[in-house]
């Protein structure tokens, strides 16, 4: 693996263990040591995302875990995840998922309960 692979994979998995921060580009390039500018583009060409596409995919995919959990409210699942506002996170995990937080919820409920 090339340096360059090596210092966006450290910036992945930085995002991945950290996605309820509030993540900057910066502080992720920072993290690779790599200047913001070329670190966007050669985040996008390694791992095939945007910086913020992959740090909104990673906090969805945290919020549906909580989710199926069931211990928490939907708006502390979307600060425990890094959305400051709740109806932000409403919106964009309808647009990832096709479903509201609630309609996501209430279908794994009834799904755990399928025979």
Known sequence: MDKRTESIQNAAKYIFENYGKDISLQEAADIAGIRDTYFSRLFQEITGYGFKEYLLNIRIQHAQEMLRAGKLKITQIALACGFSDGNYFGDIFKKRT????????????KQNFLP
């Open 98 to 109: 096709g479903l509201s937080p609630r309609e996501f919820r209430q279908l794994q409920v």
